[in-house]
């Protein structure tokens, strides 16, 4: 090596950019895990099922029929078909194939729509608390987060009336998460033709409405916010198949929009990373054809967990949760015991409350400040029964034994 140093060339968003206090906490429990620690990590939100075999046997054999090359940028033309008519069926939403991105994961998708709308000087709006990936992502378009919070006694959903008060002639995006990451909360029909109202006051606003958790939904109802009247031009609905059919790894979501902005999102597709991998895409045609009965099977276990695990934040002095009526996450919000201490260890902020339950007592969650909400942690239940038990457990014994 020459003793050359790079360090000084990289550019302000790379020394911005930040891999996440969710990556970081599931690797520090991988690393107490590798010596030797007995750690449960709650962390990363993952579906703890193998993919559905059938899925995994039409990728097999779509790589022996050959869709091992590129695949148009936007997607395969029959793929985008089958979610066109997915959308429409299930959730409300006409469109033709040509409105419809197919992304590597959702991730993708919402960045490829953020890259499309959001400009320097543009506002969006953020429905604190939110999935940690929206705020830089905004920020690496060139526009300003506008963060709006809501705590556990408003069940983490922004009211209509602040979200309008906000607005202002430079905001362009309302970020809208339901069934949401971290919370699970999710919005009634009710609440959403409220927000559409105002929606339809702007003339330059939009909504991006994540949509990934829609299957795994144990309370109300699922309702697409781009059903709603005149909602439809207003509105990238993104999905995917990684929560509701295990396909994490395989990488493919999804956006439904107008058609100038979803021929944009292809453009910014194409620079980025030309189209997803054809023999996924060719699983996701037998994931959609294939019925739900194995997403029902998998929301059921959900349902179990999220039940065991409300019974169990329920009964922890200092602990407020509210109902979980979809995703896999428990949001509890833990202010009541910042400023205790265990011995020396003082709980002044959710990430050392955090650092210490997975330093002492080998469970590893997540803060609350990676979603912009400082007074709680957020748990994944995505795990084995067993798993939780005892953490939920080790749990309840830390918390009882902090003074002050």
């Known amino acids: 090596m020459s003793g050359f140093d790079c360090a000084p060339l990289l550019s302000a968003r790379a020394q911005s950019a930040d891999e996440g206090i969710i990556m970081r906490m599931a690797q520090a429990a991988r690393d107490l895990k590798a010596r030797g620690r007995d750690v449960i990590s709650l962390t990363v939100g993952e579906p703890d099922f193998a993919t559905p075999k059938y899925i995994c046997d039409a990728a097999t054999d779509a790589m022996a029929r050959g869709f091992t090359h590129y695949a148009p940028a936007p997607g395969m033309a029959d793929l985008r078909a089958a979610l066109a008519a997915k959308l429409k069926d299930e959730n409300g939403l006409t469109y033709q194939p040509g409105n419809i991105i197919i992304a590597n994961g959702a991730k993708q998708a919402i960045t490829n729509a953020i890259l499309s709308l959001i400009g320097p000087g543009d506002e969006v709006i953020m429905l604190a608390p939110f999935w940690v990936s929206y705020e830089i992502t905004v920020k690496f378009a060139g526009g300003t987060p506008v963060v709006l919070s809501a705590g556990v006694d408003e069940g983490y959903k922004v009211p209509v009336a602040r979200i309008a008060a906000a607005i202002t002639p430079r905001t362009k995006l309302i970020m809208l998460n339901s069934p949401c990451n971290p919370t699970g909360a999710v919005w009634s029909r009710a609440e959403m033709a409220a927000l559409a109202a ?39 609905t993104v999905n995917g198949f990684s929560k509701g059919f295990a396909m994490t790894g395989w990488r493919l979501g999804y956006a439904a929009a107008p058609l100038p902005v979803a021929q944009a999102m292809g453009r910014m597709q194409s620079i980025v990373s030309a189209g997803a991998n054809q023999f996924v895409q060719v699983a996701a045609l037998a994931a959609l054809a294939g019925g739900r009965d194995e997403v029902v099977k998998m929301r059921e276990a959900y349902r179990r967990r999220r039940d065991l695990v409300l019974g169990a934040l329920r009964a922890m002095p200092g602990v407020a949760i509210g109902q979980i009526p979809g995703t896999f996450y428990a949001f509890p919000d833990v202010s009541s015991l910042l400023g205790r201490r265990a011995g020396n260890h003082v709980m002044d902020t959710v990430e050392a409350l955090a650092d210490w339950l997975l330093e002492a007592h080998g469970i590893a969650t997540v803060p609350g400040t990676a979603f912009g909400a400082a007074t709680s942690i957020r748990l994944s239940f995505a795990a084995s029964d067993d798993d939780l038990k005892r953490a939920l457990a080790r749990m309840a014994e830390a918390f009882a034994a902090l003074e002050g």
């Open 198 to 236: 105002v929606v339809r006051g702007h003339d330059r606003l939009m909504v991006l409405a994540d949509e990934i958790y829609e299957y795994i939904l144990f309370d109300g109802e699922m309702v697409s916010f781009g059903s709603l009247p005149d909602m439809l031009e207003r509105t990238v």
